[in-house]
């Protein structure tokens, strides 16, 4: 389908290409009864403004790219929302990527959005993700980035991110005052630095009260159905842990179903926690305790310091976090 024009516009109403443009810009050479005019009749032909050629015209970028690991993901659609207002309000526009935690993915992003001279890049690195040498492309080429969610210490630019060792410290340390001796952790891989912060949390929580953190009570899962698997492996054993801290909620959804299963009584026989409080945490039966991370909150903040960015108002990388809420429901006593 041929995309409409204001030449079209132009020609269905009968006037010069000229008065359009100056007419979709609210130009004040041009009646109001003009511009009413042009408007209904783009929407009527379902027009689209260009934004690459509008940015060229004013030489001003209002291009934004984002890069998301899942777009079908509640906590990053979250963030997402909060970039895309953010950035709305503020006269930008996003052109979002999704990398379906793929490092190829998001490499392949990455250079589509330079080669489409977007403005900035917001990116939510992937679990795959190890070498950063494609985001230090951008930083090299002068293009303002900034990471949330996933904290990359040894990049220099902004990040906004979740203080998820408070947070897992938080709801280890609950845990542990509700009588729980036993906890064990399902973690995403120990690459990932969300991971690794929430293990750190988990294990000082620990340590403070003089509890056990051997290597046996940490597993790599982190979806719903590696924690359907494992979850009756770890509960057969002898020493089964009475707590079960996971590292996101659709891992503690599949721990909860496949406790379910096996006949065990939540919370009695088992605590479970999850991260994030996605809707699914308020639906479950028992419903789910979580840490509740403000994903909107990170977009917001994100894009801000990214708008800082272009307008010159920040020179030096920061790093900046955001409050967890511990939210106590039913899976915990």
């Keep these: 389908m041929k995309a409409i024009t204001i030449k079209d516009i132009a020609r269905e109403i009968g006037v010069s290409v000229s008065t359009v443009s100056r007419a979709l810009q609210n130009h004040p050479d041009i009646s109001e009864q003009t511009k009413e005019l042009v408007r209904k009749c783009a929407q009527r032909l379902h027009y689209k403004p260009n934004l690459m050629a509008s940015n060229l015209r004013t030489s001003k970028n209002t291009t934004i790219g984002v890069v998301i690991p899942e ?4 906590f990053f659609a979250s963030i997402l929302d909060g970039i895309e207002q953010t950035a709305n309000d503020s006269g930008y526009n996003i052109l979002i990527c999704q990398s379906s935690e793929k490092y190829e ?3 392949q992003a990455i250079q589509m959005l330079l080669t489409s001279r977007v403005a900035g890049i917001l990116i939510g690195i992937s679990k795959e993700t190890i070498h950063l040498q494609h985001l230090q492309d951008i930083i090299d080429s002068g293009i303002p980035l900034v990471l949330y969610d996933r904290p990359c210490p040894s990049l220099q630019c902004d990040q906004v991110v979740s203080d998820d060792y408070a947070g897992a410290y938080n709801a280890v340390e609950y845990l542990i005052q509700t009588g729980c001796k036993r906890i064990m952790y399902f973690s995403s891989p120990m690459q ?3 991971a690794h912060r929430r293990y750190q949390g ?24 590696q924690a359907i698997i494992e979850t009756p492996n770890v509960m057969k054993k002898s020493d089964r842990p009475d ?6 909620d659709n891992c503690a959804a599949g721990v909860l179903y496949a406790a379910q299963i096996l006949g065990l ?3 009695n026989d088992v605590s479970i926690c999850g991260f994030s409080d996605a809707p699914l945490c308020r639906t479950s039966s028992p419903m789910l305790t979580t840490v509740e991370q403000h994903g909107w909150e990170i977009g917001r903040r994100a894009m801000q310091r990214l708008l800082k960015r272009l307008d010159g108002e920040q020179r030096i990388a ?5 409050a967890t809420d511990l939210i106590v429901r039913e899976t915990t006593k």
């Design 71 to 74: 777009l079908n993901h509640h």
């Design 105 to 107: 993915k998001e490499e």
């Design 192 to 194: 990932l630095e969300v």
């Design 202 to 225: 988990w294990r000082d929580a620990l340590l403070h009260y003089g509890l056990s953190t051997d290597n046996g009570a940490i597993l790599t899962c982190d979806t719903r159905a």
């Design 243 to 248: 707590a079960i801290f996971c590292v996101n």
């Design 265 to 267: 009584q939540i919370p």
């Design 318 to 322: 920061q790093t900046e976090m955001v």
